[in-house]
């Protein structure tokens, strides 16, 4: 069974930093795209930055600057470094991973996510 584990979330001033890390563990054969997204209250969630296993990256325009996503392709492991943190970013945020893995019929390719952490930026 495959989990996303995110960690490094929590209270933070405005034009503070934080950390976000999202492990991946189980049967994964192969990690293609990584990313995180985030949900406020009352919002919908929306893509924050993405990764692809190569190296690639693409951002949200309002944390572009800000926000810097990497990975750790030997550790199945994505990572946020959030700088200059506004209130705005405040959110719930979300690993996502989509990779290879094995079920009873064999190698099959899915879409998992994190159960979330919240980021709280006060003013």
């Known amino acids: 069974q495959v989990q996303l584990v995110e960690s490094g979330g929590g209270l933070v001033q405005a034009g503070g930093s934080l950390r976000l890390s999202c492990a991946a563990s189980g049967i994964i054969y192969e990690i293609n795209t990584m990313g995180w997204y985030r949900q406020a209250p009352g919002k919908q969630r929306e893509l924050v930055a993405t990764?692809?296993?190569?190296?690639?990256?693409n951002y949200k325009d309002s944390v572009k600057g800000r926000f810097t996503i990497s990975r750790d392709n030997a550790k199945n492991t994505v990572y946020l470094q959030m700088n200059s943190l506004k209130p705005e970013d405040t959110a719930v945020y979300y690993c996502?991973?989509?990779?290879?893995?094995?079920?009873?019929?064999?190698?099959?390719?899915?879409?998992?996510w994190g159960q979330g952490t919240q980021v709280t930026v006060s003013p």
């Open positions: 990764i692809t296993s190569g190296g690639s990256t």
């Open positions: 996502n991973a989509d990779l290879m893995t094995e079920r009873r019929i064999g190698r099959v390719r899915d879409n998992y």
